[in-house]
């Protein structure tokens, strides 16, 4: 696929196919390529008029609407970069987000800013330098709708994509043309689409898996596409499941925690009438996978016909456009059951499980093989170096669709991060029969006597206590005024279950400091994908602006600085 492909459906729009949005009142409009088309060029034409030119950043602040596809695709058009950033949430503190929307803004000096005119006023004060806010409604873009039908050349940058910002502030990453055309044509081989497969999906379109993975894809290889809003999702996930039963969508892609959701709040009865015998693919990545979730989304769904062979494990990052590695189509997921006590980066991994305490077993999904042609998976250790099969260490990517770099403060850090065409990704994992098998984030993890511990695989632990099965609690890990610590936050009240993590965690690290803290919705951190942003939260405790109330464990001493980063 050329880079050129990104921008060719503009001009050869097919006017069988579109995109379906579900609206805030229920039921789905549609919107034909053609006239999808004929928005991206009303937005074309309108940056051009305010000076925006080959290569010049625009910040898209637009959710995951009409107006998004015409905002991105324009701003490619006229040869601009697109930068989305992410809409406010409900509940969502207000002079928090223009913080972290003032950063994003100011890494990227960006000509102008397309919004919403809702959301203009969040963005006063913030847009700094020489931006232009331009709201964008369809009213202007249907005035504007015999507006040239011109496609600039692709600049060296496609497209500027930010991290989901769970170890500190979402970072700016620079995705060049061909990286993007790289990822988007290894996505679509990956799953054999072809333009009468259509993709359903609910993940939002300023994060790398519902951008890339779930609206350009798609979009570039001309299929039908139904998009819901996160919060859609959120209140209705059997809405999703009838995109697949009713509607004939095939593809899609979701993070655990998303398929965790419908098994929460879709009851069997639900499903009655439904046919996922179609449904090829759920490409499910953003986190590591509980096997246990897995083994429960196919027990539901699979008396109307699914297939377990269409959950695809993967395994991606912004910093690789989006896609690195994931399971082959009809391949059924594999897992292997490690001696937890054994991943420490550098040595080897225990997998004789049958040797090893039930206790100290974990459980991890395999999330396949490279899927970009010409790029490579390594696991290497704390000098760089590679490490055979079945050792743990660092996850570096290396191949085409790998970014150039990190734009904005910060940049120049992220320079060895992006040495020699590779990233080095902060992530900890093996190898093991050629497929990658990750373990969690380094930065989220402690050193116990010789062990590794990291939080993913305490947060998965702590899910099995059944009071938090709902709740999805984040565990923060660091050292505090000299004790190793481990945090636990859960929204919600208190309760019995207290004692539960307690006990479980002093048993999984003897001689650590356990706090546990219980607050409201809104306690738990998250990215816009869903992550817990376990070093912010981490932050916040030690200066002590977490929120919520410490019911187990003491809270932080005053005035500590030295001890508040992570592991």
């Given at each position: 696929?050329?880079?050129g ?23 789905w409009s ?5 006239q ?9 034409e309108?940056l ?6 080959p ?11 009409p ?8 701003a ?18 207000d ?9 994003q803004?100011a ?32 009213a ?24 989901s ?32 497969d ?12 519902g ?6 894809t ?11 809003r ?9 809405q999703?499941?009838?995109?697949f039963?009713?509607?004939?969508a ?12 419908v ?41 109307h ?30 897992t292997v059951t ?21 206790a ?13 042609a ?30 150039n ?5 910060g ?30 984030r380094?930065?989220?993890?402690l ?12 947060e ?23 004790a ?24 999984r ?7 546990v ?9 998250r ?10 939260m ?27 980063q992570?592991?």
């Amino acid at each position: 696929m050329t880079t050129g492909t990104l921008t060719g459906w503009l001009t050869h729009p097919d006017p069988r196919r579109g995109i379906r949005f579900l609206e805030p009142a229920g039921g789905w409009s549609f919107h034909a390529y053609p006239q999808l088309a004929a928005s991206a060029f009303a937005v074309a034409e309108l940056l051009r008029e305010h000076g925006v030119g080959p290569g010049d950043p625009v910040v898209l602040l637009l959710g995951s609407g009409p107006e998004f596809v015409a905002g991105f695709f324009g701003a490619l058009a006229a040869g601009a970069v697109p930068a989305p950033i992410a809409p406010p949430l409900a509940l969502q503190d207000d002079a928090e987000y223009r913080l972290r929307m003032a950063r994003q803004v100011a890494a990227l000096g960006p000509a102008v800013v397309l919004t919403r005119p809702a959301w203009s006023r969040l963005l006063e004060g913030s847009a700094g330098g020489r931006a232009r806010v331009l709201p964008v409604t369809a009213a202007e873009l249907a005035a504007r709708a015999d507006a040239p039908r011109s496609v600039s050349p692709p600049t060296r940058r496609a497209l500027v994509q930010f991290t989901s910002g769970s170890t500190g502030q979402p970072r700016a990453v620079a995705v060049s043309a061909e990286a993007l055309a790289a990822n988007v044509s290894a996505i679509g081989e990956w799953l054999r689409m072809a333009p009468d497969d259509p993709t359903a999906s609910w993940l939002p379109f300023h994060h790398d898996m519902g951008l890339v993975g779930c609206l350009l894809t798609p979009v570039v290889h001309g299929s039908d596409l139904w998009v819901m809003r996160p919060e859609d999702f959120v209140r209705s996930p059997v809405q999703w499941l009838r995109c697949f039963g009713e509607q004939g969508a095939r593809l899609t892609a979701a993070p655990c925690f998303g398929l965790a959701h419908v098994l929460r709040r879709v009851r069997p009865e639900a499903l009655a009438g439904l046919d996922f015998s179609r449904w090829r693919a759920v490409i499910t990545g953003a986190e590591r996978i509980d096997p246990r979730v897995l083994e429960r989304f196919v027990a539901l769904l699979e008396p109307h016909g699914f297939d377990s062979r269409a959950l695809l494990p993967a395994y991606g990052l912004a910093e690789a456009t989006l896609a690195v590695t994931g399971v082959a189509l009809r391949e059924e997921p594999s897992t292997v059951t490690v001696d937890r006590r054994t991943l420490r980066p550098g040595r080897p991994v225990g997998l004789r499980a049958e040797e090893v305490p039930e206790a100290d077993r974990l459980i991890l999904v395999g999330c396949g093989r490279a899927l970009v042609a010409g790029s490579t998976v390594a696991v290497v250790d704390a000098g760089g170096r590679p490490l055979p099969e079945d050792y743990c260490g660092e996850i570096v990517v290396s191949g085409p669709s790998v970014a150039n770099g990190r734009l904005g403060t910060g940049a120049r850090n992220g320079r060895a991060a992006f040495a020699g065409g590779s990233v080095r990704t902060g992530d900890c994992g093996f190898l093991h029969d050629g497929q990658l098998y990750v373990v969690g984030r380094l930065g989220d993890s402690l050193k116990r006597r010789g062990r590794t511990v990291f939080a993913e695989d305490l947060e998965a632990e702590l899910s099995r206590i059944a009071a938090l099965q709902r709740r999805r609690p984040a565990v923060l890990l660091g050292t505090l005024a000299g004790a190793d610590t481990a945090v636990v936050v859960v929204e919600g009240r208190s309760g019995g279950w207290i004692a539960e993590v307690e006990q479980l965690l002093h048993r999984r690290l003897d001689g650590i400091a356990v706090v546990v803290v219980v607050g409201p919705r809104g306690t738990v951190r998250r990215t816009t994908s869903g992550k817990p942003r376990r070093r912010p939260m981490w932050d916040a405790f030690v200066a002590g602006t977490l929120g919520g109330t410490v019911v187990a464990g003491a809270a932080p001493p005053a005035r500590v600085h030295e001890d508040h980063q992570l592991s």
